[in-house]
C-alpha cells in the first residue's frame, strides 16, 4: 500500500514516532500521540491509512452515568443512600415505617419510594413525618438513575443523612440499575423459599448487606433459617447478613447500628 | 449498544477516520451482557454510520475472583458461587469478569 510508504510529515501533535507492523503489512512508520494512539502516515490523496487504536474504555450506557451523576451529589450533602431491593411483599415498607419511626428520631431520614401505581406506600411512610417521595413508574419493573433524580428532586434534604431508596418489588432487573445508591439492601424474607438467593443470583450477588426479614413467623412456616443463612453466603460473602422482624423488633438493633456506620461522612 | 456506537465514532472522528473496519469490545463473563444479543444490536445501531459493515469481535473475559483466605486467583467458571479450588473457602471478591469496554478500533 503506497499510503505506507509515505514519509512523514512534520506534524506538531506528534511527539514519538514508532515502528510498528500490523499483520501482513511491511514495517511502516507509525505516529504515536500524546494520548497513546498511534496510526500509519497520511496519505498522499489526504485519505488517512488504516489507524488502529488500543483502548480501555468503559462501555457506560446513560443510566451508568446519570448514577454516577446521583452518587457525587448524596455524597457532597454527607447523604448515605440505600437502595432496597426485593421481591413484592418481603416487607420493604414495613422496615421502613419501623426504621423511619425509630432511627429517624435521632438521624433524619427521607425515602424515595417506587411502584408501578398508586401512592400507597408513600402515605404509609409519610405518617412518620419523613420526607418521602413517590414515583410511579407505570409499566417498568425497576427505578433507574433518572427516576431517583427526580424523586429526589422533590424531596426536602436539609439535615438529611440517611436516605432510602425503595425500589420495585423485583429480584431481577433493579440488579442491573445502578441508582447512584452508596449501599445496596436485598432483602429476603421467611415467607419466600430458601432457595431464592440460588435462583436469582445476580441481585444477591451485588448487595452490600442482606436482610431476613419476617423471622417472627420463620417457624410457624417451616422456614429453614439456617438454610437460607447458607444459600446467601455462598452466593454472597460479601454481604453482611442481619436477621429480623419489623414486626417485634427482633434483629432491628443490628439494622440500625449497620445504617449508624454509614452515616459517617459528613457534609462538605 | 448505543453507548457503544456512540464512543467508536467519536474515537472515529477525533482520529480523522471516515470508516471503521473493525471494533473489539471487551465483555466480562459476568457483566450481564448477552454477546449475542452485543451482535444484533450493533447491526441495527451501525447501520448507515461510518462504523455499518464493520466487524465486530467480541473478546470475553472469563471471571476471575480472589479468595479471602490463601489469597489465589482463579477462574470462577461455575455460575455465582466462587468456591476457592485450593481451601473451598467462598468468595465474593470478583477481580475480572464485569468489564464492558471498547479495546480496539480500526478505522481509515
Known amino acids: 500500500m503506497s499510503r505506507e510508504t509515505e514519509s512523514v510529515p512534520p506534524a506538531e501533535d506528534f511527539d514519538t514516532f514508532a515502528v510498528k507492523p500490523m499483520d501482513g503489512r511491511p514495517s511502516a512508520v507509525w505516529r504515536t500521540h500524546s494520548d497513546g494512539t498511534s496510526h500509519a502516515p497520511v496519505a498522499a490523496d489526504d485519505r488517512p491509512a488504516l489507524q488502529r487504536i488500543d483502548l480501555q474504555l468503559p462501555i457506560l450506557d446513560k443510566n451508568d452515568r446519570l448514577a454516577a451523576r446521583n452518587r457525587a451529589f448524596f455524597r457532597s450533602r454527607g447523604i448515605a443512600a440505600l437502595n432496597l431491593v426485593s421481591s413484592p411483599g418481603s416487607g420493604k415498607t414495613a422496615l421502613l415505617e419501623r426504621t423511619l419511626d425509630e432511627l429517624g428520631r435521632t438521624a433524619k431520614c427521607a425515602v424515595v419510594v417506587g411502584d408501578l401505581e398508586t401512592d400507597n406506600d408513600a402515605q404509609r411512610l409519610r405518617r412518620s413525618h419523613a420526607p418521602v417521595a413517590q414515583i410511579t413508574t407505570g409499566t417498568a419493573c425497576h427505578l433507574d438513575a433518572e427516576m431517583v433524580a427526580r424523586g429526589v428532586e422533590a424531596l426536602d434534604l436539609e439535615g438529611v443523612r440517611i436516605l432510602f431508596i425503595e425500589n420495585v418489588g423485583n429480584l431481577v432487573c433493579p440488579a442491573s440499575f445502578d441508582l447512584g445508591e452508596a449501599v445496596r439492601v436485598v432483602l429476603l424474607s421467611t415467607t419466600e423459599g430458601e432457595d431464592k438467593p440460588l435462583k436469582y443470583p445476580p441481585i444477591f450477588k451485588s448487595a452490600h448487606v442482606v436482610l431476613m426479614t419476617k423471622i417472627d413467623v420463620a417457624e410457624v412456616l417451616g422456614f429453614d433459617r439456617a438454610a437460607a443463612a447458607r444459600n446467601i453466603r455462598a452466593i454472597a460473602p460479601q454481604a453482611r447478613l442481619i436477621e429480623l422482624s419489623a414486626r417485634t423488633g427482633e434483629g432491628m438493633g443490628a439494622w440500625y447500628e449497620f445504617l449508624r456506620s454509614q452515616t459517617g461522612g459528613a457534609p462538605r | ?108
Not at chain 2, 32 to 55: C, N, S
Not at chain 2, 77 to 103: Q, T, V, Y
Open chain 2, 1 to 108: 449498544m448505543e453507548s457503544a456506537m456512540a464512543a467508536v465514532l467519536e474515537q472515529a472522528r477525533a482520529h480523522g477516520a471516515r470508516k471503521v473496519h473493525r471494533i473489539v469490545i471487551r465483555v466480562g463473563a459476568l457483566s450481564g451482557v448477552e454477546p449475542e444479543a452485543l451482535q444484533f444490536a450493533f447491526e441495527i445501531v451501525a447501520r448507515d454510520t461510518a462504523a455499518e459493515g464493520a466487524e465486530l469481535v467480541i473478546d470475553t473475559v472469563p471471571a476471575v475472583a480472589r479468595c479471602p483466605d490463601c489469597e489465589l486467583e482463579f477462574e470462577a467458571s461455575s455460575g455465582f458461587i466462587f468456591a476457592c479450588p485450593r481451601c473451598s473457602r467462598l468468595s465474593g471478591d470478583l477481580r475480572k469478569g464485569r468489564e464492558l469496554e471498547l479495546s480496539q478500533i480500526e478505522m481509515s
